[in-house]
């Protein structure tokens, strides 16, 4: 069985791997112009968020 899991990076996206591998990073700061996936642009707009993980198993 695959280990899935999602990491909200310290101000940075929700990050989701599967078996060690990334497969997409998702926006948390709501101003990535392709959304739902990050862009970066958190990096200019100053989010703040705390990090966290979540495994699936």
Do not use: Q, W, Y
């Amino acid at each position: 069985m695959s280990e899935i899991v999602i990491k909200s990076a310290k101000n940075g996206p929700n990050i989701v791997t599967i078996d060690g591998e990334v497969k997409a990073a998702f926006c948390r700061c709501g101003h990535s112009k392709k959304k739902p996936f990050c862009d970066g642009a958190h990096r200019s707009k100053d989010f703040e968020a705390d990090e966290a993980e979540t495994k699936v198993l």
